[in-house]
């Protein structure tokens, strides 16, 4: 079970944090990730955390603004996302597997088990 919350309307140029809770893990050996979708637009990968080492992977498109991290004593993960652009505006979606992809996999949505129901995140311009 993954639960993600923070979403809200912001203003471009704002910073937002939304997080993921994930209660329910079990293994020290995770990886989590968020992806986020526009409307009318594809999946798109965003950042991804390795638990144990904290490797971590950006998208293209947010390299430099956010940041993930992870909590291993909440079982959460974060996005800080500084700078935001309208065209960040999504719905962000928190994703989770035992099994952690090698980092040029880190940003395949196929490599997760396990996704919330995301939260929303509106940027105007």
């Known amino acids: 079970q993954l639960v993600e919350s923070g979403g809200r309307y912001v203003q471009a140029g704002d910073s937002l944090r939304i997080s993921c809770e994930a209660p329910g893990r079990t293994s020290s050996n995770f990886a989590t990730a968020w992806f986020r979708q526009a409307s009318g637009k594809e999946r798109e990968f965003v950042a991804a955390i390795r638990w144990t080492g904290q490797t971590t992977a950006y998208g293209d498109s947010v390299k430099g603004r956010f940041i993930v991290s992870r909590d291993v004593r909440k079982n959460m993960m974060s996005l800080q996302m500084n700078s935001l652009k309208s065209e960040d505006a999504a719905v962000y979606y928190c994703?989770?597997?035992?099994?952690?992809?090698?980092?040029?996999?880190?940003?395949?949505?196929?490599?997760?088990?396990?996704w919330g129901a995301g939260t929303q995140v509106t940027v105007s311009s």
């Open positions: 994703a989770a597997t035992y099994r952690p992809p090698i980092l040029s996999a880190m940003r395949d949505p196929a490599q997760y088990d396990y």
